[in-house]
């Protein structure tokens, strides 16, 4: 267990037999507040600077400015998440599951656009490609937003992150990951998964901050 009452055996063995756990109210409201807070500020520097033609050439731009506001590589751009990519709760997990040192990778923040049901991210799809016994690369998603089934949830495959099927072989039924503000969810990267129709129009859609981890040497295949 965990100072805040998390069973990390337990959120071990569902990311192992179904390849992402969602684990409740590990931000306080105040935490959330203060991080909504940077990530607003951040999407409106964004749009700020995507409306002055500054961000067209940026590959992250470029790449998912189709399905809505994409922002990559936070560590660079703000240290007002430090503290999420280390919590305790993401590296005590990770510990168990991996077994080994681990870095991260990557990180990112996206809020999904409204009707948008046709691109590549709304099939099926695997983030890592190697299938192994173990877990190589997981992704930690910190909920700023409630997630709900009409703003443009992810739906995963549970277990296929052990299977070798490809994504149009796969007949179980998906399941949809809604969460509230303050949760997070982690989940193997070799699990299917898919973005849903986000069929809000509001202005508040759904934000999530994305951490990336890995093994080193198998996200950089150190010799």
């Given amino acids: 267990m965990t100072d805040r009452g998390l069973d990390v ?3 071990v063995q569902r990311l192992g037999e179904d390849g992402y756990v969602i684990l409740p109210g590990v931000m306080s409201a105040g935490e959330v507040a203060r991080y909504q807070a940077e990530a607003y500020r951040l999407h409106a520097d964004d749009q700020q ?8 050439n940026d590959a992250d731009f470029k790449m998912y400015s189709e399905y809505g506001d994409h922002i990559f590589n936070l560590a660079r751009k703000t240290r007002v998440f430090d503290a999420l990519y280390e919590h305790p709760v993401v590296v005590s997990i990770l510990q ?37 016994d173990t877990h190589l690369w997981v992704t930690a998603f910190w909920t700023l937003e409630d997630v709900t089934p009409t703003n443009g ?26 969460s509230r503000a303050g ?11 898919k ?15 994305q951490s990336r981890f890995g093994i080193s040497y198998a996200v950089f295949c150190l010799k």
């Fill in 9 to 11: 055996e337990h959120a």
């Fill in 49 to 56: 600077a995507a409306a002055r033609q500054q961000r067209q």
């Fill in 96 to 132: 168990a599951v991996m077994k080994n040192k681990f870095i991260l990778t990557q990180t990112e923040m996206r809020r999904p656009r409204p009707n948008v049901r046709s691109g590549s991210a709304n099939r099926f799809h695997r983030d890592a490609r190697i299938i192994t």
């Fill in 183 to 193: 949760d997070l969810t982690l989940m193997d990267s070799n699990l299917l998964h």
């Fill in 195 to 209: 973005a849903s129709e986000s069929l809000d129009r509001s202005e508040e859609h759904t934000s999530e901050l």
């Fill in 153 to 178: 949830p992810t739906v995963v495959l549970p277990g296929s992150h052990r299977r070798k099927t490809a994504a149009e072989d796969e007949t179980g039924a998906g399941v949809t990951l809604l």
